[in-house]
């Protein structure tokens, strides 16, 4: 009974770790300027996201929990050195991704109690720093997590019910988008990469794998979380596309330096601002942990003394992330940049796994994947593929 509390437990962790990586500061950004440019042809893109993640996502956690392997050492069991030059991609955007969610966090304690943003930055760090300080560090990774993405759930449902958006045209436009295929096109792929690229894709699985739920007896609880993941997160998304669509839909202009915290200015005035600083902050810290906690576990396997001082290498992770973010000032480029690779990196990884799921000699001889999702999976590849490539004229200019 009590190992079974501890699964759900480490489940639902596991969840949100994946959810709470995904929803950091680059995440309020791309929704909020999406929401304002496509307005509520937006719902369309949340809805091929989601799709398109649940596939990821349903093949990913499979093949890696079901062979009890990290991304890497999969991909290089297919072919030396893959791994390597996969963690080399992972661990790279995980920083940049990392830089940015520093700086989100200082906006965030700046918005929410007027703190400086460079005090910002170190009080960030220290507070993500100081989790993996603790002792039981994974579990109170897995409560923080849990209870910011909570809360945020929350916050952003009250500014729906301040700014009433128009439920009947989000719902149609959802279905229907009237927004050319041309804008929809990068849109999708910048949020694929947002929510399953990079990183993201492989934190909730590396987590299960530490806590040793893998194997084929465990693949419904696998699987159920892996589709609880994709639903915070899309609640989310979900969420903020409502609350800032109230806001465009009444023609108000949003600030393109900080579109999402203009939109819950607009639609909720002062309390509203301050709404923003609490989501903004949990955002980031969250998405700080999740970043350092999954980056570092790409390089545990391939090099041992990460393996042996793994948490010392998390706490420097995190460090080096608060320093550059502090040098820098402004890390708005790198992570349009990261965001964007992310869904180019994305093609890659879903392919190692693909190819994984029809190997006997990783997945185990008594292992079937279903013939559905590996056909859904190679669409995935191919489309991603192809509006990566389509689109990658237009990332640049997303952001302006």
């Avoid at 950091?24 to 791309?30: E, H």
């Avoid at 080399?88 to 700086?103: D, E, R, W």
């Avoid at 096109?185 to 040793?212: E, K, M, N, Q, S």
Wanted: aromatic content about 8%; glycine content about 12%.
């Amino acid at each position: 009974m009590e190992k079974k509390k501890k699964n759900t437990s480490t489940l639902i962790g596991a969840a949100f770790i994946m959810a709470t990586s995904a929803i950091g500061p680059g995440f309020l950004t791309q929704s909020a300027k999406f929401t304002s440019d496509l307005q509520g042809s937006f719902g369309f893109v949340i809805l091929s996201t989601i799709v398109l993640a649940i596939i990821v996502q349903l093949n990913v956690w499979r093949v890696l929990c079901v062979s009890g392997l990290r991304g890497q050492d999969i991909g290089n069991r297919l072919l030396p050195g893959l791994g390597h030059f996969v963690a080399f991609l992972v661990v790279l955007g995980g920083l940049v991704f990392n830089i940015g969610n520093v700086g989100g966090a200082a906006l965030g304690f700046n918005t929410l109690l007027g703190i400086p943003t460079i005090l910002g930055y170190f009080l960030a760090g220290g507070v993500a720093i100081l989790v993996f300080l603790l002792k039981n560090a994974i579990h109170v990774m897995d409560n923080l997590t849990k209870v910011l993405g909570g809360l945020m759930i929350i916050v952003i449902f009250i500014v729906i019910l301040i700014v009433q958006p128009p439920m009947g045209m989000a719902i149609r436009e959802t279905v229907l988008p009237s927004a050319p295929t041309t804008r929809l096109f990068p849109a999708i792929l910048t949020l694929l990469g947002g929510t399953v690229g990079g990183y993201i894709t492989f934190a909730g699985a590396h987590r299960l794998i530490d806590a040793g739920i893998t194997k084929k007896e465990n693949l419904s609880q696998i699987t159920q979380s892996s589709l609880m993941g994709i639903g915070i997160a899309s609640i989310v998304r979900l969420f903020l596309f409502l609350a800032i669509l109230g806001v465009v839909v009444k023609g108000v202009t949003l600030d393109v330096s900080n579109p999402a915290a203009d939109a819950f200015r607009q639609g909720g005035g002062t309390l509203g601002y301050r709404f923003f600083g609490l989501v903004l902050l949990s955002a980031a810290i969250s998405s700080i942990i999740g970043a350092a906690y999954t980056s570092v576990s790409f390089l545990k396997t391939i090099s041992h003394p990460v393996a042996i001082y793994e948490k010392w290498v998390i706490i420097s992770f995190i460090a080096i992330s608060t320093v550059v973010m502090a040098l820098l000032g402004n890390p708005a480029s790198l992570l349009v940049i990261a965001g964007s690779l992310n869904g180019l990196i994305l093609p890659i990884t879903l392919s190692i796994c693909l190819v994984a799921s029809q190997r006997s000699d990783i997945m185990g001889d008594d292992y079937h994947h279903p013939t559905w999702l590996l056909a859904a999976g190679i669409i995935v590849v191919l489309l991603t593929a192809y509006i990566g490539i389509q689109s990658l004229g237009n990332l640049t200019h997303l952001f302006q």
